[in-house]
């Protein structure tokens, strides 16, 4: 039995943010098919009452001091934008048609 | 000998001593990069006039009587990853293909405090996603002991660039082995430094819990040289460690391993193991032996586990950090004709502007994240990562360092892996658990497999903030075998 179909990729494409074509589809569903079966390992391991860990330090929560201080300017914020309207960035529409 | 063939710490002093200058240092090396990148490709980007101005500052710094450490002056190659306002960073990726960071990253910015000369930005797997540079979306650089094979990755450029003598040092950055392993494949030293150690402030984030830069060098000395030089808390980071370097300069000039505790990992040999990796592996341990060192064997069986919780983990993080490539703010954008929505413009750029194994970390990352799946994939991995760390302490409560294989084969030929990443990924094996464990752990040749005639690496690890224990133990090492082998083992490869 496969641990993930096609259509589960698509979805994960789709939450993804990529546009894949249908042989890309294909081709991803069956290497994620065999990955996911080889992690699936971690389950061996018996760690029921073990806490995770996020990371390796002992640190929480770092702030630094709430202070003004330089920052980019706008022109260098926006300098590597794919398009710029009035010192923003220019987007393409973010509300659907029926908006 | 000509300037290419010094190390790091004698070209520093003798641009201190006014010797030489940086510039004709410079010169040198951008030489040696116009004879043999055309077979190498190490670098995706390199300006002479840029690097020629950065040594014309220095020598002008110097003049003036400036205090600069011990490698002002010295070329070093900068791994495609970390930010740099004079010069395009790509990440090897198509989709900041010609974008120019406004800004430096810590590292990038304490190479040129230090009055380190950068010669240019080498090649890297797409987001350091791989182990041969193959992911590149600029192609592949090529193992200078044998050009049809992988230079290791996903810090493949500066490893190539450090072996052919194109630079005597160069930066990497090690999330699952990214330093290491590419160090071991091509006869240099590279070091993953403890966790926080040296900072990420910008370095393009891949996965943020494991991400450490670190250096490359041909000896273990200017190793540590060059950690010292960009390593140390840095306030951008929230993640750095606020404490002192650890002592690793004076730890490589004492190579002396007499009395230490040297644990021998049992589950990193056998099976999956090329025979000439394990002979030359074994001989180290001799070796470490008969310099005085107690040589015990430590089992630490989630380590088996360690593979599969690293390929949870890594892509996990690695699917929400490349979610700031929208196509909005900089780099690529496809598709935006006036009627596409920003979502769709969104999907058609990040299915354009990345490449095959960035889009399968994405997806599975994505996968391994969702409701439903959470507890089984990404929360177990995390407990999993407990566990090595507690087997970790239990280990160096018996010992000062743990040895194994660096990585299980020698370079593998370009492309036998390339469309197979489970076999890809196996290249990682010996080196995660101290990424999960945020320890650190070096590299250094230990001479050449019998099969091949290709390098082998010694892997040592220490806990976290005993940088110094890697570097001695390096150091001790380095020293015995040079003088078995009447010299680095590099100058057994093939001219180029």
């Known amino acids: ?76 914020a926006l300098s590597g934008a794919p398009a710029v309207e009035d010192d923003r960035f220019r987007v393409p529409r973010i509300l659907g048609e029926e908006a | 000998m000509s300037l290419i063939r010094k190390t790091a710490a004698e070209l520093g002093a003798m641009i201190a001593g006014g010797e030489v200058s940086a510039v004709e240092v410079a010169e040198a090396h951008l030489d040696r990069m116009a004879e043999v990148e055309p077979k190498v490709q190490a670098f995706l980007h390199v300006d002479r006039e840029t690097t020629l101005d950065q040594a014309r500052a220095v020598d002008a710094r110097l003049r003036a009587g400036e205090k600069l450490g011990p490698l002002a002056g010295v070329p070093v190659a900068h791994k495609d990853i970390f930010v740099t306002r004079d010069m395009p960073t790509t990440a090897g990726s198509k989709i900041l293909e010609g974008w120019r960071p406004p800004y430096d990253a810590t590292v990038t910015a304490r190479l040129r405090a230090a009055g380190l000369v950068i010669l240019g930005k080498t090649n890297l797997d797409e987001f350091a996603m791989g182990s041969s540079t193959e992911n590149s979306a600029f192609g592949a650089t090529h193992n200078p002991w044998d050009l049809t094979r992988v230079p290791g990755g996903s810090s493949g450029g500066s490893s190539a660039a450090v072996a052919a003598y194109e630079a005597p040092l160069s930066t990497g950055t090690d999330t699952g082995g990214s330093i290491r392993q590419p160090a071991s494949v091509t006869g240099i030293v590279g070091m993953k430094p403890t966790y926080g150690g040296s900072s990420r402030y910008g370095l393009i984030a891949f996965a943020s819990s494991l991400d450490t830069p670190g250096p490359f060098a041909r000896n273990v000395l ?45 589950e990193f040999a056998g099976e999956g193991y090329q025979p000439g990796v394990l002979a030359r592996y074994n001989e180290a341990i001799q070796l470490l032996e008969s310099l005085g060192a107690k040589v015990v064997e430590i089992s630490c069986p989630a380590f088996r586990t360690a593979l599969p919780a690293y390929y949870l983990i890594a892509p996990s993080e690695c699917s929400s950090n490349l979610a700031r490539f929208d196509a909005m703010r900089y780099g690529l ?6 009627t596409r929505s920003a979502e769709e413009v969104m999907a058609l750029t990040r299915a354009a502007g990345f490449g095959p194994e960035v889009k399968r970390r994405v997806m599975l990352g994505t996968y391994a994240l969702s409701s439903g799946y959470y507890d089984a994939y990404y929360g177990q991995a995390q407990k999993v990562r407990t566990v090595i760390s507690r087997e970790f302490e239990a280990a160096y409560e018996q010992v000062d360092v743990l040895v194994s294989p660096t990585t299980p084969t020698t370079a593998f030929p370009i492309g036998e892996r390339a469309d197979d990443p489970m076999a890809m990924y196996l290249a990682d094996l010996c080196t995660i658990p101290s990424n999960l464990a945020g320890n650190a752990a070096i590299s250094v040749p230990c001479g050449l497999a019998d099969e091949d005639n290709l390098p082998v690496g010694l892997q040592i690890m220490a806990p976290v903030l005993a940088d110094d224990r890697c570097y001695r133990v390096g ?19 093939p001219e180029l």
């Open chain 2, 222 to 266: 200017d190793a540590a040289l060059l950690q010292e030089a960009f390593s140390g808390y840095d306030p951008m980071d929230s993640t750095s460690v606020d404490q002192p370097v650890p002592a690793v300069v004076e730890a490589a000039r004492n190579p002396d391993v007499a009395g230490m505790r040297i644990g021998v990992v049992k």
């Open chain 2, 475 to 493: 150091a001790a090492v380095e020293k015995a075998l040079e003088g078995r082998w009447g010299g680095p083992l590099l100058a057994k490869a």
């Open chain 1, 1 to 76: 039995m496969s641990a993930i179909t096609r259509d589960e990729v698509a979805h994960l494409a789709r939450l993804s943010r990529l546009a894949l074509t249908n042989d890309e589809l294909d081709h991803y569903a069956t290497q994620l098919d065999a990955i996911i079966e080889a992690v699936a390992k971690v389950s061996e391991v018996a760690a029921v009452d073990v806490p995770p860990s996020s990371h390796a330090l002992p640190l929480t929560n770092v702030f630094r001091a709430d202070e003004v201080r330089q920052c980019l300017t706008p022109e260098q």
């Open chain 2, 333 to 338: 954008r496809v598709g935006d004709d006036g």
